[in-house]
């Protein structure tokens, strides 16, 4: 799992230049402008919401003394709630939406690796590419507030709640690379053999998931660029998941992605 986990983001090491030698930019374009848009819309209505559910909260403590501490407290911890929610929503909002286009993406990596044009393995189209992309989004978005409201209430436990912070950023990370694999996975797999798949290279999964959410953490450019990177290394993780064991390709992408 951890070797895995490091693989998963080794090859974010090779994205950039693999989208440059492929001519991918153009199908970023729309995509990384949703990434934007959805970014600024849902974290700058998080961050004045932080305040007034922090204020409220504060309300709670019935004494004078250790009011403002109790009230700083409670504004610091419901940001953390907030964002890690917000955080959720921005994923799977811009992974649905972004679906038609990334497929595009998916199979010209595809392509390069294995040196055939990428097969679509289950009838689709844009619009039942959206349609899969709204349900896996869905999907994963319950199951990840299943997983991350437990989780966020055990930060209000002393010492426990460090050991939440790094549970809720595995959480989320795996949720995140789960949509950026499927992607690929759509051409191969219908929607149930996708999960069960990934399910099964997990740790890859996570490895580009913290990729993702590393990248979040880059003011404004970040926020552009993360859609590219991430897509364009679960692309080369989910064909390299595919096709490894066929001996009439023989291709190792994850020496390949190693540009020069």
Do not use: C
């Amino acid at each position: 799992m951890v070797r895995d986990i490091f693989r998963g983001l080794q090859v974010y090491s090779g994205a950039y230049g693999l989208i440059s030698k492929l001519k991918l930019w153009k199908y970023f374009v729309i995509p990384m402008i949703i990434s934007l848009v959805v970014f600024v819309f849902i974290f700058v209505s998080a961050y004045g919401l932080s305040d007034n559910l922090g204020e409220w909260i504060g309300g709670i403590w019935p004494w004078d003394f250790g009011k403002e501490t109790f009230t700083a407290i409670s504004t610091f911890i419901s940001g953390i709630v907030i964002f890690a929610l917000g955080l959720i929503m921005y994923k799977h909002i811009i992974m649905a939406l972004s679906t038609p286009f990334m497929s595009p993406v998916s199979e010209k990596i595809e392509a390069y690796f294995t040196g055939k044009p990428a097969k679509n393995y289950i009838n689709t189209s844009f619009s039942k590419q959206l349609a899969r992309g709204i349900r896996i989004s869905i999907r994963n978005l319950s199951k990840e507030l299943l997983y991350t409201l437990p989780i966020l209430l055990l930060k209000f436990i002393p010492i426990i709640n460090i050991f939440s912070t790094a549970l809720l950023f595995l959480v989320q990370a795996y949720y995140a690379g789960f949509s950026n694999m499927d992607y690929t996975l759509e051409r191969h797999f219908k929607y149930r053999e996708s999960i069960s798949f990934i399910r099964k290279n997990r740790g890859l999964a996570i490895g580009n998931g913290i990729g993702f959410l590393l990248l979040l953490f880059i003011p404004v450019i970040g926020v552009i660029l993360v859609l590219p990177l991430s897509v364009t290394s679960a692309s080369v993780i989910a064909v390299d998941l595919l096709f490894d064991d066929d001996d009439e390709i023989g291709f190792e992408p994850f020496d390949k992605i190693e540009l020069s």
